[in-house]
C-alpha cells in the first residue's frame, strides 16, 4: 500500500534562540547543514544496501527545510521538488516567542483559533491530510518529505491516534527520519475513500515478500533457470543477502555477468523498476544466447528486481545458421527499438524507456543554429544530411560510457556518468568546435554551429534535462557557444 519518509530540517539559528519561528524563516546553522548533511550519508548507505528507496523529495519552501532538502539531495542523489503545502503554520502572534512558554503549550491545543492573524491548527491538518491522501494514490513512488516540527504532528496524527495534550507536545528532532507506512494505520473517516486502485503497474501480493518467503521463491527458481539473482537497477549492483538478514550490494556491476563494461542498452531492469511488469529479453555473451526474465519484488518492504536466467545450448537452438539468424533479428530488434534510423544514435524511445531515471554527472542539450532555414533554403534532405553529420561529429568526442540521443528534431542530448566539471566543459567545446569544422559533403555550402546548454552535478537525467533546456535558451540568444551552469 505504500509508504513515505518525513525528516525535520536540521538546526537553526531560532532553534538556537528558543524562539518559534513558524512561518517566519529562520536559516540553518552550521550545526544544521551538518545533520543534514550526516542524514544523507545515512540514507545513501540504506539506498546502496538495497535496504530503501526513494523517488523524489517533497520540501517545504521555507530556507531552513529546503537549504537540508538540497544536502540530502546531494548526498542521495534523488531530486527536490518544492510542495508549497508543506509550509510550517503559520504561529501570528506567537512567531519569535519563546518556544518554552507555557501560553503558548496551552495555545497549541486551540485546534480552531488563527493566532491573531495565523493559521489554525485544523486549516493546517487540512491541507496536510490532503497531501497526505495524495501521495497514497501513488503506491509506487517513494517520497522523501522535509518540512517542520508543527508539520510532523499533523502527520502523526494521521497515523495515530492523539489526544489534543498529546497533539500539542510531539516533536522530533532535528534532521531525525520517520517512516509511515499505510499499513500501519488507515483513519477510519478515510478507509474506505482513498484506497488507491489497483493498476497493471501495482505490484501484487505475491510480489511482496519477506526475505524468508524470498529465500524460498529463489530455491524453486533455481531448478529451473542456471542463474538467479536480485538486483538493484538503480544502483546497477546484485543484492546481496546474508543469513542475518542484513544486505549489502556486491561490488562488481550487474552488467560484468555480460562481460560488458557499460549498463546494457537495453536495461529490462530498469523497465521492470519503472512499470513494475515483467519484462523479457535475450542476451548474448561470449557468442552464447541466454534469455533472462526480470520480474520486480519488494522484499521486506524494499523494491528490487529478481532476474532468472536461462542459458540456451545448442540443445535448444536448431543449428549454427538458425542460430545466426536468430542473433542477427534480435540484434536487428534492439537497434529498431532504440536507435534513431536517421543519425544511429539512440532515440528518444531509449531515454523514455531506459535511461531517463539513470543518474549521471553532467547533461547537455544541443540545438543545431538556423537548422529551419537549411530546411527552407535546400529541402529536408539537406537537413537529414546536416543530422547525420552533427551525430556524426558528436559520437567521435564523446566516450563509449557516454550517452547521446536524439531527443527530438534537431535536438540532441548527452548524459555523461564520472566527469570532472572541468574535462566537462572542454568537451562540449570540443563538439561545438568540432561540429563548425565539418563539412556536409553532398551540400558543401551548408554551414553548422550548435548552441549547447550544459548543466554539471549529480542528478537523475531527467531532472538535468529540465535545467539543461533552460540554459540552452541562454546559448541561443547568441548561437554557437556553449553556456554551463551548476546544478539547481
Same mark, same amino acid.
Not at 518554552?100 to 487540512?126: L, V
Given at each position: 500500500?505504500?509508504h513515505?519518509y518525513?525528516v525535520r530540517?536540521?538546526?537553526?539559528?531560532w532553534n538556537?534562540?528558543?524562539?518559534?519561528?513558524?512561518?517566519?524563516d529562520?536559516p540553518?546553522?552550521?550545526?544544521g547543514?551538518e545533520?543534514?548533511r550526516?542524514?544523507?550519508?545515512?540514507?545513501?548507505?540504506?539506498?546502496?544496501?538495497?535496504e530503501i528507496h526513494i523517488?523524489?523529495?517533497l520540501?517545504?519552501?521555507l530556507s531552513?527545510a529546503?537549504?537540508?532538502?538540497?544536502e540530502?539531495?546531494h548526498?542521495i542523489?534523488?531530486p527536490?521538488?518544492?510542495?508549497?503545502r508543506?509550509v510550517?503554520?503559520?504561529f501570528g502572534?506567537w512567531?519569535?516567542?519563546a518556544r518554552?512558554?507555557?501560553?503558548f503549550?496551552r495555545a497549541?491545543?486551540?485546534?480552531?483559533?488563527g493566532?491573531g492573524?495565523?493559521?489554525?491548527m485544523m486549516?493546517?491538518?487540512q491541507r496536510?491530510?490532503n497531501l497526505?491522501?495524495?501521495?497514497?494514490?501513488?503506491p509506487g513512488k517513494?517520497?522523501?518529505?522535509?518540512?517542520?516540527?508543527g508539520?510532523?504532528r499533523?502527520?502523526?496524527?494521521?497515523?495515530h491516534?492523539?489526544s489534543?495534550?498529546?497533539f500539542?507536545?510531539?516533536g522530533?528532532?532535528?534532521a531525525?527520519?520517520?517512516e509511515?507506512?499505510f499499513?500501519?494505520?488507515?483513519?477510519?473517516d478515510r478507509?474506505?475513500?482513498?484506497?488507491?486502485?489497483?493498476?497493471?503497474?501495482?505490484?501484487?501480493p505475491?510480489?511482496?515478500l519477506?526475505?524468508?518467503?524470498l529465500k524460498?521463491?529463489?530455491?524453486s527458481?533455481?531448478?529451473v533457470?542456471?542463474t538467479?539473482?536480485i538486483?538493484?537497477?538503480?544502483?546497477?549492483r546484485?543484492?546481496?543477502?546474508?543469513?542475518?538478514?542484513t544486505?549489502?550490494l556486491?561490488?562488481?556491476?550487474?552488467?560484468?555477468?555480460?562481460k560488458?563494461?557499460g549498463?546494457?542498452?537495453?536495461c529490462i531492469?530498469?523497465r521492470t523498476l519503472?512499470?513494475?511488469k515483467?519484462?523479457c529479453?535475450?542476451?548474448?555473451a561470449?557468442?552464447?544466447?541466454?534469455?533472462?526474465m526480470?520480474?520486480?519484488l %519488494?522484499?521486506?518492504?524494499?523494491?528490487?528486481v529478481?532476474?532468472?536466467?536461462l542459458h540456451?545450448?545448442? $540443445?535448444? @537452438?536448431? !543449428? /549454427?545458421e538458425?542460430?545466426?539468424k536468430f542473433?542477427?533479428r534480435?540484434t536487428r530488434y534492439n537497434?529498431?527499438m532504440?536507435?534513431?534510423?536517421l543519425?544511429?544514435?539512440s532515440?528518444?524511445r531509449?531515454?523514455?524507456?531506459?535511461v531517463s531515471?539513470?543518474?549521471?554527472?553532467a547533461?547537455?542539450?544541443?540545438?543545431?543554429d538556423y537548422?529551419?532555414?537549411?530546411n527552407d533554403n535546400w529541402?529536408?534532405?539537406?537537413?537529414?544530411c546536416?543530422?547525420?553529420a552533427?551525430?556524426?561529429?558528436?559520437?567521435g568526442c564523446?566516450?563509449?560510457?557516454?550517452?547521446v540521443?536524439?531527443?527530438?528534431?534537431d535536438?540532441?542530448?548527452?548524459?555523461?556518468e564520472?566527469?570532472?566539471?572541468?574535462?566537462?566543459?572542454?568537451k562540449?567545446?570540443e563538439i561545438?568546435?568540432?561540429v563548425q569544422?565539418?563539412t556536409?559533403? %553532398?551540400f558543401p555550402?551548408?554551414?553548422?554551429t550548435l548552441?549547447?546548454?550544459g548543466?554539471?552535478?549529480? $542528478?537523475? @537525467?531527467m !531532472? /538535468?534535462v529540465d535545467?539543461a533546456?533552460?540554459?540552452?535558451?541562454?546559448?541561443?540568444?547568441?548561437?554557437?557557444c556553449?553556456?554551463?551552469?551548476d546544478?539547481r
Amino acid at each position: 500500500m505504500g509508504h513515505f519518509y518525513f525528516v525535520r530540517h536540521g538546526q537553526t539559528v531560532w532553534n538556537v534562540e528558543n524562539k518559534i519561528c513558524g512561518a517566519t524563516d529562520s536559516p540553518l546553522t552550521e550545526l544544521g547543514h551538518e545533520q543534514a548533511r550526516k542524514t544523507g550519508q545515512m540514507l545513501r548507505e540504506k539506498i546502496d544496501h538495497g535496504e530503501i528507496h526513494i523517488d523524489e523529495i517533497l520540501t517545504s519552501p521555507l530556507s531552513r527545510a529546503y537549504d537540508t532538502a538540497m544536502e540530502i539531495s546531494h548526498g542521495i542523489d534523488v531530486p527536490v521538488r518544492i510542495e508549497p503545502r508543506l509550509v510550517e503554520q503559520n504561529f501570528g502572534r506567537w512567531e519569535g516567542t519563546a518556544r518554552d512558554g507555557a501560553e503558548f503549550a496551552r495555545a497549541k491545543e486551540n485546534f480552531a483559533d488563527g493566532y491573531g492573524g495565523g493559521e489554525s491548527m485544523m486549516k493546517t491538518a487540512q491541507r496536510i491530510y490532503n497531501l497526505i491522501d495524495d501521495i497514497r494514490k501513488e503506491p509506487g513512488k517513494t517520497y522523501l518529505l522535509v518540512a517542520h516540527n508543527g508539520i510532523s504532528r499533523v502527520i502523526e496524527s494521521y497515523f495515530h491516534g492523539m489526544s489534543n495534550e498529546e497533539f500539542a507536545a510531539f516533536g522530533i528532532k532535528n534532521a531525525e527520519v520517520r517512516e509511515y507506512k499505510f499499513e500501519d494505520h488507515i483513519p477510519d473517516d478515510r478507509a474506505d475513500d482513498h484506497l488507491p486502485e489497483k493498476g497493471n503497474g501495482d505490484p501484487a501480493p505475491s510480489d511482496q515478500l519477506t526475505y524468508a518467503q524470498l529465500k524460498t521463491r529463489l530455491e524453486s527458481i533455481r531448478a529451473v533457470f542456471d542463474t538467479v539473482r536480485i538486483v538493484n537497477p538503480v544502483a546497477m549492483r546484485q543484492i546481496i543477502y546474508h543469513a542475518d538478514g542484513t544486505t549489502e550490494l556486491a561490488k562488481d556491476y550487474c552488467f560484468a555477468l555480460w562481460k560488458k563494461h557499460g549498463r546494457c542498452a537495453n536495461c529490462i531492469s530498469s523497465r521492470t523498476l519503472h512499470t513494475r511488469k515483467r519484462s523479457c529479453k535475450f542476451e548474448f555473451a561470449d557468442e552464447k544466447i541466454y534469455f533472462m526474465m526480470a520480474n520486480y519484488l %519488494e522484499v521486506d518492504g524494499a523494491p528490487c528486481v529478481m532476474e532468472a536466467i536461462l542459458h540456451l545450448d545448442d $540443445s535448444i @537452438l536448431i !543449428d /549454427a545458421e538458425g542460430k545466426n539468424k536468430f542473433v542477427s533479428r534480435i540484434t536487428r530488434y534492439n537497434d529498431r527499438m532504440f536507435k534513431d534510423s536517421l543519425t544511429e544514435v539512440s532515440s528518444r524511445r531509449y531515454y523514455d524507456e531506459q535511461v531517463s531515471g539513470l543518474t549521471v554527472q553532467a547533461a547537455a542539450m544541443i540545438d543545431i543554429d538556423y537548422f529551419k532555414e537549411i530546411n527552407d533554403n535546400w529541402l529536408h534532405r539537406a537537413g537529414d544530411c546536416a543530422l547525420r553529420a552533427v551525430a556524426r561529429a558528436i559520437t567521435g568526442c564523446v566516450r563509449k560510457s557516454d550517452i547521446v540521443i536524439r531527443y527530438g528534431g534537431d535536438e540532441f542530448l548527452i548524459g555523461f556518468e564520472n566527469i570532472p566539471r572541468d574535462v566537462f566543459v572542454r568537451k562540449l567545446e570540443e563538439i561545438r568546435s568540432s561540429v563548425q569544422s565539418v563539412t556536409v559533403p %553532398e551540400f558543401p555550402q551548408i554551414s553548422l554551429t550548435l548552441s549547447i546548454g550544459g548543466v554539471y552535478g549529480s $542528478s537523475m @537525467l531527467m !531532472d /538535468a534535462v529540465d535545467q539543461a533546456d533552460a540554459v540552452l535558451y541562454q546559448a541561443k540568444q547568441q548561437r554557437n557557444c556553449v553556456v554551463v551552469e551548476d546544478k539547481r
